[in-house]
């Protein structure tokens, strides 16, 4: 099993930056593949970025592109998601999920079982 601790989540005006947090647990974290993802109300939820522990790959939503950044930390077996230039249209619950094995990693994989519990973002104009 994964374990996942989210938190970095807040409220910030249009154009700051925020830094969220996903520690992991219970699983070897190289072989992960972990995923940021969004649902704001009413809305489908949003594959936002991934990261292939092992592989050192990324993917990233188009309209985060650029904008965001998603790394890790092997000594303290945590992604980061860097959001800069935020947008109102950025507001959501933000969560971040864990599939097992880092191979062909991105959000659109069917098999991201592990969620952390979710930090709201929410971005005023």
């Known amino acids: 099993q994964v374990q996942l601790v989210e938190s970095g989540g807040g409220s910030v005006q249009a154009g700051g930056s925020l830094i969220l947090s996903c520690e992991a647990s219970?699983?070897?974290?190289?072989?992960?593949?972990v995923g940021w993802f969004r649902q704001a109300p009413g809305k489908e939820r949003e594959g936002v970025a991934a990261?292939?522990?092992?592989?050192?790959?990324?993917d990233y939503a188009d309209s985060v592109k650029g904008r965001f950044t998603i790394s890790q930390d092997n000594a303290k077996n945590t992604v980061y998601l860097q959001m800069n230039s935020l947008k109102p249209e950025d507001t959501a619950m933000y969560y971040c999920?864990?599939?097992?094995?880092?191979?062909?990693?991105?959000?659109?994989?069917?098999?991201?079982?592990?969620w952390g519990q979710g930090t709201q973002v929410t971005v005023s104009s």
């Open positions: 990261i292939a522990i092992g592989y050192i790959s990324t």
């Open positions: 999920a864990a599939a097992l094995g880092g191979n062909f990693c991105y959000t659109g994989r069917l098999d991201f079982n592990y």
């Open positions: 219970g699983y070897a974290y190289s072989k992960l593949c």
